[in-house]
């Protein structure tokens, strides 16, 4: 019998090689490959066809969600769990992935269920002191504290839980491969191997994941496309916001997040996120680079504060700094004000964050972004009770948003009153009373009904 073939992999991408290479042709590392020999198996037993269904027969009975227990998590998994589904749980380190997970375990069960927790990372007592933390010392929750997924399998068959919840998959390793658990191989074999498991027994798996220095989740990319759901744990480690943003969900709409805040018993869910993400109403708290707009996450409208801040550069081109919000975008206003509207912007250091952790991509934020920059370099606040959004395009045009009835209804809700949007979205609203709506068709027009001068004065300079 020929012996296993031996092949390095990659641990950043996954990328097999007959040989030890230094850098990866790939995605370009170095030092990542790491060998990988699977052992000798013995001979397997046949197994029965699968049973196939035909397209055009009887419906075949979609599986059921079932409610997590948390209203936040509910809405980024598009209404709960299904049964069978398999979800990958991805965050920084400190996150509170595990809380997360631990909460879930104890409020998913219904009377006389059970629900398996496998600690890879730490031992059951620990997990014992973190459930007595935040509350749920007395729930239905099975621990079990090993990294052999040959046991995950064995006590699964024999409790039968509602829900398995691993933490996390890198600790786990199956003893039909050689290398060290959280390798390449390793977790593409033991993530086969649980989802394989949820399919057959109907029992929704929950993976708790490390993410690499680039943000994304750590191990191979087929791990993402065998798992039905992914979600990301966003926000500031050292302050309390935390976001779940749904990346990919087989069953439900992409891009739902679940808003919570970091206390000392766990996770609390937020009711209101958009006020939980502006700065208080204080006296003199609203400076001049500050701005509100509407963002647009799932089907949830969030209002969200941006601040800016520009400082002559000391040395050569001006850096750029930015937290929660696209660099690349970021540039390409900054050149934007700089061609259209004359402002010397390249010789200053520009610095953007979005407020509160969140993480916005979408280009509604282009405008509030833009007026934010120009009142921060003349050191002149925007209007408090405005709320600011559309796109912005290389000739400083304004041009429409989806969903901008939802981000003015949010604005109205929480007593803002104007909004400064495209002038194609305000005709779709024609007859609208409150707030009021102040379109504009280019950036300039932005600017002057800001209250802002096209021009710097020379006291200014």
């Not at 990958?88 to 997970?101: D, F, M, N, Q, R």
């Not at 729930?139 to 504290?145: D, S, T």
């Not at 495209?422 to 950036?443: D, F, I, T």
Request: aromatic share 6%.
């Amino acid at each position: 019998m020929p012996s296993p073939r031996t092949v390095f992999v990659c641990q950043n991408c996954g990328y097999a090689s007959p040989r030890w290479l230094g850098r990866c042709p790939e995605c370009g590392t170095w030092n990542q490959f790491v060998e990988e020999k699977p052992l000798e198996k013995e001979p397997k037993v046949a197994l029965p066809p699968p049973e196939v269904v035909p397209l055009r027969g009887p419906l075949v009975e979609v599986a059921h969600r079932r409610s997590t227990g948390l209203s936040e998590l509910d809405r980024a998994l598009g209404g709960g769990l299904v049964a069978g589904s398999v979800t990958l749980l991805g965050g920084e380190p400190g996150a509170g992935k595990s809380t997360l997970a631990l909460q879930l375990s104890a409020l998913y069960p219904r009377e006389g269920e059970e629900v398996l927790y496998v600690a890879g990372e730490e031992s059951p007592q620990q997990v014992q002191m973190r459930a007595r933390r935040i509350g749920a010392a007395e729930a239905p929750i099975l621990v079990l504290g090993t990294s052999r997924v040959e046991d995950v399998e064995t006590v699964w068959e024999d409790r039968h839980p509602a829900l398995v919840v691993v933490d996390s998959i890198q600790t786990l390793a199956s003893a039909d491969f050689a290398s060290p658990p959280g390798s390449v191989g390793q977790v593409r074999a033991v993530a086969a191997r649980l989802i394989q498991k949820a399919k057959e027994t109907q029992v929704p798996l929950l993976l708790v994941g490390h993410i690499n220095k680039e943000g994304l989740l750590a191990g191979p990319k087929v791990l993402e496309h065998a798992v039905d759901t992914v979600l990301y744990f966003e926000g500031e480690r050292h302050g309390v916001q935390r976001i779940v943003r749904a990346t990919k969900n087989r069953f439900g709409p992409v891009g739902e997040i679940g808003c919570f805040e970091m206390g000392d018993k766990g996770l609390r869910e937020v009711a209101n996120p958009s006020a939980w993400f502006l700065t208080d109403a204080e006296e003199g708290s609203w400076q001049s680079g500050m701005a509100v707009t509407a963002a647009a996450e799932g089907s949830r409208p969030l209002l969200v504060e941006v601040q800016a801040l520009l400082v002559p550069a000391r040395y050569g081109p001006g850096r750029r700094t930015v937290t929660g919000f696209d660099p690349n975008r970021l540039a390409l206003l900054l050149a934007v004000l700089e061609r259209r509207l004359g402002w010397p912007l390249a010789q200053e250091d520009a610095f953007l964050k979005v407020v509160g952790g969140l993480k916005v991509e979408e280009p509604a934020m282009d405008l509030a972004v833009a007026l934010a920059l120009v009142s921060s370099h003349l050191h002149r606040p925007l209007p408090r009770d405005w709320v600011i959004f559309g796109e912005v395009g290389l000739g400083g045009e304004i041009r429409p948003v989806a969903r901008a009835e939802s981000r003015v209804k949010e604005a109205g809700r929480l007593g803002f009153q104007k909004v400064l949007l495209p002038w194609s979205n305000a005709k779709e609203l024609a007859g609208w009373s409150y707030p009021e709506l102040l379109p504009v068709r280019h950036l300039k027009e932005a600017v002057g009904l800001s209250g802002l001068p096209l021009v710097r004065s020379r006291q200014e300079m």
